[in-house]
């Protein structure tokens, strides 16, 4: 066993996070889950920052990585939002809530291809899903038009050719 399973780990509780998030939320637990959610960015800013710093670095983990931000920044925030705004609206809520983790895919995608920069382009999965779990939980009582408004937005600032800077 290589040194290499330590950020892994770390990519593998973030997924895990994000799992338990999308089940909580099928249970109502709306604060929970967007805690999960934002417990899965701490463990995603590390593992990568652990695995610079120790020579670990791996395209399995560079994989894996994209992978467990997909469920716990694109499809638990949309499962989140869907189950508290969306599920009267049919297929038009079926597809807000699908087009943030297809957005989040792409550009996880285009991230994983681009040549490393001082910058992000577009808006950081991350976030997007961290901003998005936050404030559907926090924004209940504003109106559901707001609520999918935030959700285009967002998706559309992780597809866009913005530059958004590492912190």
């Known amino acids: 066993?290589?040194?290499?399973?330590?950020?892994?780990?770390?990519?593998?509780?973030?997924?895990?996070?994000?799992?338990i998030a999308i089940l909580l939320a099928f249970g109502g637990k709306w604060l929970i889950a967007a805690g999960l959610i934002m417990g899965a960015a701490l463990f995603d800013s590390l593992d990568g920052r652990i695995a610079r710093r120790m020579n670990?670095?791996?395209?399995f983990g560079r994989e894996l990585d994209s992978l467990a931000?997909?469920?716990?920044?694109?499809?638990a925030?949309?499962?989140?939002?869907?189950?508290?705004?969306?599920?009267?609206?049919?297929?038009?809520?079926?597809?807000?809530?699908?087009?943030?983790p297809v957005c989040g895919a792409l550009r996880l995608a285009r991230f994983n291809l681009a040549a490393i920069r001082s910058y992000f382009v577009g808006l950081p999965i991350?976030?997007?899903?961290?901003l998005l779990a936050i404030f559907s939980v926090i924004g209940q009582g504003i109106p559901v038009a707001?609520?999918?408004?935030?959700?285009?937005?967002?998706?559309?600032?992780?597809?866009?050719?913005?530059?958004?800077p590492k912190i």
């Open 1 to 19: 066993m290589t040194k290499k399973w330590i950020p892994n780990l770390l990519t593998v509780i973030n997924l895990f996070a994000g799992v």
């Open 56 to 59: 670990a670095t791996s395209e």
């Open 69 to 75: 931000d997909l469920i716990s920044f694109g499809v």
């Open 77 to 100: 925030p949309a499962t989140i939002v869907y189950l508290m705004y969306f599920t009267d609206f049919g297929w038009s809520g079926y597809m807000l809530a699908a087009l943030f």
């Open 126 to 130: 991350t976030g997007a899903g961290s």
């Open 146 to 164: 707001v609520h999918s408004l935030v959700v285009l937005i967002l998706s559309g600032l992780m597809v866009s050719t913005i530059k958004v």
